[in-house]
């Protein structure tokens, strides 16, 4: 069975600064999904960004990048230029794919609360 | 709207009822999850279907939990008998078969008193 760990329960960083959320993972598996959601306030969860474990260049979204360590299971998120809307619990989660009989079920960590301070 | 729709967004019952949540997904994904996230924690999967077949069960889901796609479109989970225990925020995704994105509703928030 997967799982995935985020050590940081909660974070703050200044507005416009950068931030860096930590995720690590267990898994036998080679072939797998790596994702971060979004859940502020409102509670509705946002994929935030994705990542292939087959593919060794790092997923970049706009402000939102990662920093995939495949040996050491890591899969860290970089936000730049922090704002007040990035104000959200962050979690990481892990997909193991249809085509290897995952059913793209998501393991989620427990979550990072982040804060963007003025 | 195209997003993902849950109804009722807060139910508040009392232990020993029977509740029933409903999902809508987006109208051309066919597959269809349900996710319990209990407060301070990341959401654990319950079940999914593809179409109207339920293609994998959580152990969390015990037998007062069932779940249902009958057309392959809107699903409801039911509880029957409630607990204290149940009390958590119930999300329903959809995707489509071939992508790895699932969209998230805006769950229903479960209070057994």
């Known amino acids: 069975a997967q799982t995935v760990t985020q050590s940081q329960p909660e974070m703050s960083v200044q507005e416009a600064e950068t931030v860096t959320l930590s995720c690590t993972y267990d898994?036998?598996?080679?072939?797998?999904?790596l994702f971060w959601y979004k859940q502020p306030p409102s509670r509705q969860m946002i994929l935030v960004i994705r990542?292939?474990?087959?593919?060794?260049q790092n997923a970049t979204e706009n402000r939102f990048s990662v920093n995939f360590q495949k040996a050491a299971k890591s899969f860290s998120l970089k936000i730049s230029d922090s704002q007040l809307g990035d104000t959200a619990m962050y979690f990481c989660?892990?997909?193991?794919?249809?085509?290897?009989?995952?059913?793209?079920?998501?393991?989620f960590g427990t979550g990072t609360q982040l804060k963007v301070e003025l | 709207d195209t997003g993902v729709s849950q109804d009722p967004r807060h139910k508040i019952t009392k232990r020993g009822q029977n509740v029933t949540f409903r999902c809508d997904p987006i109208?051309?994904?066919?597959?269809l999850y349900w996710y319990r996230q209990t407060l301070g924690q990341g959401p654990e999967f319950l079940t999914y279907?593809?179409?109207?077949?339920?293609?994998?069960k959580s152990r969390l889901l015990s037998d007062r939990f069932s779940a249902e796609r009958p057309k392959g479109s809107f699903s409801t989970l039911e509880i029957q008998r409630t607990e204290q225990g149940d009390s958590a925020m119930y999300l329903c995704?959809?995707?489509?078969?071939?992508?790895?994105?699932?969209?998230f509703g805006p769950g229903t928030r479960l209070t057994v008193l």
């Open positions: 989660a892990f997909m193991k794919p249809v085509l290897t009989g995952g059913g793209n079920k998501l393991t």
């Open positions: 995704a959809s995707s489509l078969v071939e992508r790895n994105e699932q969209f």
């Open positions: 279907f593809q179409n109207e077949a339920q293609l994998e």
């Open positions: 109208s051309e994904h066919n597959r």
């Open positions: 990542q292939e474990a087959y593919k060794q």
């Open positions: 898994t036998s598996e080679n072939n797998y999904y």
